[in-house]
């Protein structure tokens, strides 16, 4: 069900309640989670947060906690499970869920209260009718009864056959209902993509109540420039998104006294480099490290290296100087760096390095744009083998608070070595040509036992390096076809268990980010009569056992070439 | 040398700032005695002073002077003395509550007891004066708390708590709450929840 009057049915609603607040882990959840966190602070709410991964912790948690709450609140997971078989609730447990990951699961939008969707149906695309999908089956009872009744006089054997041609009619369409119905799902959910931000939708309903400010807009610029870095989002949604919350940035400026610079938070509209943290870094590591950079010039080849020194000498950037920190470079050079990026772009197939975003100012030291906050918060969500996702989660929480601006540079430095270890994978995987062509995809494993592979088994760093891999793989390929092949990886996951992770992105080709890799595992499994461990939200992501994994992969090959 | 003792005294109470050391009843009671034999000194010599005004003018004026002071120094160390240990006494009172702990008891003299009951007996009187329906318990919070509703974070992993409306919530470690104040402090002071700003 769809609740669109934010306000009063959901807002109003929660007041005085108990309820438990259900988070996925990622980075748009954090972001929601805070802003609705400022907003229930002045209702008397009382909440507790359960940090979510998978299916399996969703469970738990409603496990744990359905005796004493009855209202649960459920932050980008749930919306594409049925809820209501998965957690078998009781009757009176009402769930509100606001999610990004599409497609919605049609029992939730179809569910008669139990479960509430936070957003319009305007949102959803090509939800298929209500008819189409269930069907009253009493009605077919009912309708054969009456019949009987109505038909007394007649004679026995002309009224059994009737009777007989009467239920092999209604079999018969019965099952042609529910072929069609099987296609109109299957064609419902065999993409899956991403929509709004939760973030973002969080904000509009802090603005509807008068309780917006820069910080919570700052939280839903992060949300936004997030699903951007990591193509969750095409182009255009991106800057029809930015373009909304540019609004609001302009409204917000004049209403606090930005004139002390010690105290006041500005947030303002600027263009943007795709280079990664270039601010915090220095400029030739920034230029060699960052994706976008590193596959136009493939700067993994001696010749690459050779280019970039060029671009720097064309720059008029001395060597020195690009090797220091950007802080500590000449002013000069510095407020020139945009410009001459900018004129080289074309000569060395640079288009599109430019792009539109936010930046944050507070005090005199703080200057952080909102793709640098994203790639801390990855650090400090993803690249920590040892600590446990709750402690992850906490500490994410405080880097978005200006107060913590310790955790934020060490998160920093780590999402510097982040980036450093995806360059160096993809070194290796092209120098060794571990990046195997099978037919109609691409796929390249990582192995147990290569450096740093439990970061490489996490959702969002292993998205990243999956892109990586496929642009480079495109870049250096003779292939013409190489543009319209989707690209699978797989990374062990857990030691113990056996087990790994298998991700499979769209051809670079193919524009809009709607994946539909995920139906094509899930047939492959069943057609290797394989018994799925899936527990991802997003169903392009799968987990299988590492034994299996080359006949999971025939089988997918197969799949592929029919 | 006159009021040496009574800076002893001072002294003492300088190197415990922020406990009671034990109620030195030796040292007051010599500066007791000191004070006496001055002031009995001075009375002989204002005396003989006044007798010998009229036949000798012998004026022993400046060293009555003298001595004056230094009984009205003694006097003043002594009133500095008991009063520091009232005022450390006060504010044991606000933060362990009424109960003595008895280290601490068995340092006071019993006048300092009596005191502190006292004391704690008006205040209690007053608490229960002011807000409705038994009175507010002042010493829980010294500054105003700002908001009813308070975020806190669990540090260890403590098991179900029973919240005042007879539901229950399993405190896990790390597990973030949202709770009001009142259910919060008493875990807050044990050290179970912290409070996350």
Same mark, same amino acid.
């Given at each position: 069900?769809?609740?669109?009057?934010?306000?009063?049915?959901?807002?109003?609603?929660?007041?005085? #309640?108990?309820?438990?607040?259900?988070?996925?882990?990622?980075?748009?959840?954090?972001? %929601?989670?805070?802003?609705?966190?400022?907003?229930?602070?002045?209702?008397?709410?009382?909440?507790?947060?359960?940090?979510?991964?998978?299916?399996?912790?969703?469970?738990?948690?409603?496990?744990?906690?359905?005796?004493?709450?009855?209202?649960?609140?459920?932050?980008?997971?749930?919306?594409?499970?049925?809820?209501?078989?998965?957690?078998?609730?009781?009757?009176?447990?009402?769930?509100?869920?606001?999610?990004?990951?599409?497609?919605?699961?049609?029992?939730?939008?179809?569910?008669?209260?139990?479960?509430?969707?936070?957003?319009?149906?305007?949102?959803?695309?090509?939800?298929?009718?209500?008819?189409?999908?269930?069907?009253?089956?009493?009605?077919?009872? /009912?309708?054969?009864?009456?019949?009987?009744?109505?038909?007394?006089?007649?004679?026995?054997?002309?009224?059994?056959?009737?009777?007989?041609?009467?239920?092999?009619?209604?079999?018969?369409?019965?099952?042609?209902?529910?072929?069609?119905?099987?296609?109109?799902?299957?064609?419902?959910?065999?993409?899956?993509?991403?929509?709004?931000?939760?973030?973002?939708? $969080?904000? #509009?309903?802090?603005?509807?109540?008068?309780?917006?400010?820069?910080?919570?807009?700052?939280?839903?610029?992060?949300?936004?420039?997030?699903?951007?870095?990591?193509?969750?989002? @095409?182009?255009?949604?991106?800057?029809?998104?930015?373009?909304?919350?540019?609004?609001?940035?302009?409204?917000?400026?004049?209403?606090?006294?930005?004139?002390?610079?010690?105290?006041?938070?500005?947030?303002?509209?600027?263009?943007?480099? #795709?280079?990664?943290?270039?601010?915090?870094?220095?400029?030739?590591? /920034?230029?060699?490290?960052?994706?976008?950079?590193?596959?136009?010039?493939?700067?993994?080849?001696?010749?690459?290296?050779?280019?970039?020194?060029?671009?720097?000498?064309?720059?008029?950037?001395?060597?020195?100087?690009?090797?220091?920190?950007?802080?500590?470079?000449?002013?000069?050079?510095?407020?020139?760096?945009? @410009?001459?990026?900018?004129?080289? /772009?074309?000569?060395?197939?640079?288009?599109?390095?430019?792009?539109?975003?936010?930046?944050?100012?507070?005090?005199?030291?703080?200057?952080?744009?909102?793709?640098?906050?994203?790639?801390?918060?990855?650090?400090?969500?993803?690249?920590?083998?040892?600590?446990?996702?709750?402690?992850?989660?906490?500490?994410?929480?405080?880097?978005?608070?200006?107060?913590?601006?310790?955790?934020?540079?060490?998160?920093? @430095?780590? %999402?510097?070595?982040?980036?450093?270890?995806?360059?160096?994978?993809?070194?290796?995987?092209?120098? $060794?040509?571990?990046?195997?062509?099978?037919?109609?995809?691409?796929?390249?494993?990582?192995?147990?036992?290569?450096?740093?592979?439990?970061?490489?088994?996490?959702?969002?760093?292993?998205?990243?390096?999956?892109?990586?891999?496929?642009?480079?793989?495109?870049?250096?390929?003779?292939?013409?076809?190489?543009?319209?092949?989707?690209?699978?990886?797989?990374?062990?996951?857990?030691?113990?268990?056996?087990?790994?992770?298998?991700?499979?992105?769209?051809?670079?080709?193919?524009?809009?980010?709607?994946?539909?890799?995920?139906?094509?595992? @899930?047939? %492959?499994?069943?057609?290797?009569?394989?018994?799925?461990?899936?527990?991802?939200?997003?169903?392009?992501?799968?987990?299988?056992?590492?034994?299996?994994?080359?006949?999971?992969?025939?089988?997918?090959?197969?799949?592929?070439?029919? | 040398?006159?009021?040496?003792?009574?800076?002893?005294?001072?002294?003492?109470?300088?190197?415990?700032?922020?406990?009671?050391?034990?109620?030195?009843?030796?040292?007051?009671?010599?500066?007791?005695?000191?004070?006496?034999?001055?002031?009995?000194?001075?009375?002989?010599?204002? *005396?003989?002073?006044?007798?010998?005004?009229?036949?000798?003018?012998?004026?022993?004026?400046?060293?009555?002077?003298?001595?004056?002071?230094?009984?009205?120094?003694?006097?003043?160390?002594?009133?500095?003395?008991?009063? *520091?240990?009232?005022?450390?006494?006060?504010?044991?009172?606000?933060?362990?509550?009424?109960?003595?702990?008895?280290?601490?008891?068995? *340092?006071?003299?019993?006048?300092?007891?009596?005191?502190?009951?006292?004391?704690?007996?008006?205040?209690?009187?007053?608490?229960?004066?002011?807000?409705?329906?038994?009175?507010?318990?002042?010493?829980? *919070?010294?500054?105003?708390?700002?908001?009813?509703?308070?975020?806190?974070?669990?540090?260890?992993?403590?098991?179900?708590?029973?919240?005042?409306?007879?539901?229950?919530?399993?405190?896990?470690?790390?597990?973030?709450?949202?709770?009001?104040?009142?259910?919060?402090?008493?875990?807050?002071?044990?050290?179970?929840?912290?409070?996350?700003?």
């Amino acid at each position: 069900m769809y609740v669109e009057d934010l306000k009063n049915e959901f807002y109003e609603f929660l007041t005085g #309640k108990r309820i438990l607040l259900l988070v996925h882990y990622d980075i748009d959840s954090i972001c %929601a989670l805070k802003i609705l966190q400022s907003i229930l602070k002045h209702k008397e709410v009382r909440y507790t947060l359960c940090v979510v991964r998978g299916v399996e912790d969703l469970k738990r948690s409603h496990q744990e906690h359905c005796a004493d709450v009855k209202y649960f609140v459920l932050i980008n997971c749930g919306g594409t499970v049925n809820l209501v078989d998965v957690l078998e609730p009781a009757d009176d447990a009402v769930f509100f869920v606001i999610d990004a990951h599409r497609p919605t699961h049609l029992d939730n939008i179809f569910s008669d209260g139990q479960v509430r969707l936070l957003w319009g149906p305007n949102e959803d695309a090509e939800v298929p009718e209500f008819q189409a999908v269930y069907r009253d089956d009493s009605d077919d009872e /009912s309708g054969g009864e009456d019949e009987d009744e109505e038909n007394e006089g007649e004679g026995r054997a002309a009224k059994k056959r009737r009777l007989d041609e009467e239920a092999i009619m209604r079999r018969r369409e019965r099952r042609l209902w529910e072929q069609r119905r099987f296609d109109i799902i299957a064609e419902y959910s065999q993409y899956t993509y991403y929509a709004k931000a939760s973030a973002v939708a $969080m904000y #509009k309903l802090a603005w509807l109540l008068n309780k917006d400010d820069k910080d919570l807009l700052w939280l839903a610029i992060v949300a936004l420039t997030e699903q951007f870095l990591f193509s969750k989002i @095409e182009n255009t949604q991106y800057v029809l998104a930015a373009g909304e919350l540019q609004a609001h940035t302009t409204r917000l400026k004049n209403r606090s006294n930005d004139a002390d610079v010690a105290t006041s938070l500005k947030i303002s509209f600027e263009k943007d480099l #795709k280079l990664v943290l270039y601010r915090h870094w220095c400029v030739e590591s /920034s230029l060699k490290y960052s994706m976008f950079t590193a596959c136009k010039m493939k700067l993994w080849s001696h010749r690459g290296s050779k280019k970039l020194y060029e671009l720097l000498a064309d720059m008029g950037l001395p060597v020195a100087q690009s090797q220091q920190s950007f802080e500590s470079m000449d002013l000069q050079l510095r407020k020139e760096f945009h @410009e001459s990026l900018e004129k080289l /772009s074309e000569k060395y197939n640079l288009e599109d390095l430019i792009f539109t975003s936010f930046v944050l100012q507070f005090g005199y030291r703080n200057k952080y744009c909102a793709s640098d906050i994203v790639y801390a918060m990855l650090a400090i969500l993803e690249s920590s083998p040892r600590d446990k996702p709750e402690e992850c989660f906490n500490s994410a929480l405080d880097c978005l608070s200006r107060r913590h601006k310790e955790t934020l540079q060490k998160a920093i @430095e780590r %999402a510097k070595t982040i980036t450093k270890t995806l360059f160096k994978t993809v070194q290796a995987a092209i120098d $060794m040509k571990q990046i195997i062509t099978a037919g109609s995809f691409v796929y390249y494993i990582i192995q147990e036992g290569s450096l740093d592979w439990y970061m490489l088994s996490n959702q969002h760093i292993l998205l990243l390096l999956a892109q990586f891999i496929l642009r480079a793989y495109v870049s250096m390929s003779k292939n013409k076809k190489a543009p319209d092949l989707p690209l699978i990886i797989s990374a062990p996951k857990n030691l113990e268990l056996g087990t790994c992770i298998v991700l499979g992105i769209p051809p670079l080709r193919q524009l809009s980010p709607k994946n539909n890799l995920g139906r094509a595992f @899930e047939e %492959a499994a069943e057609n290797i009569n394989y018994d799925v461990l899936s527990d991802y939200f997003d169903t392009s992501y799968f987990e299988i056992f590492t034994k299996d994994r080359t006949r999971f992969f025939d089988a997918l090959t197969a799949l592929f070439d029919k | 040398m006159f009021g040496e003792k009574a800076y002893l005294l001072i002294k003492e109470l300088d190197r415990n700032r922020d406990s009671l050391p034990p109620y030195n009843t030796e040292l007051l009671s010599e500066i007791h005695n000191e004070v006496k034999q001055l002031v009995t000194e001075n009375q002989e010599d204002a *005396n003989v002073s006044e007798q010998s005004r009229l036949v000798e003018n012998v004026s022993y004026v400046p060293t009555l002077k003298i001595r004056h002071a230094a009984i009205k120094r003694n006097i003043r160390c002594i009133l500095a003395y008991h009063y *520091n240990r009232l005022k450390c006494l006060k504010t044991i009172r606000w933060q362990f509550g009424s109960i003595l702990p008895p280290e601490v008891k068995a *340092n006071l003299s019993q006048a300092e007891i009596d005191f502190f009951s006292k004391y704690s007996s008006s205040l209690m009187q007053y608490m229960r004066g002011i807000g409705d329906d038994g009175g507010v318990n002042l010493a829980v *919070n010294l500054k105003p708390p700002k908001s009813l509703y308070i975020e806190v974070r669990c540090v260890v992993d403590y098991g179900q708590l029973e919240l005042s409306d007879g539901s229950a919530l399993l405190l896990k470690k790390n597990s973030r709450h949202h709770l009001p104040r009142t259910e919060c402090e008493e875990l807050i002071r044990q050290g179970v929840l912290e409070h996350v700003v």
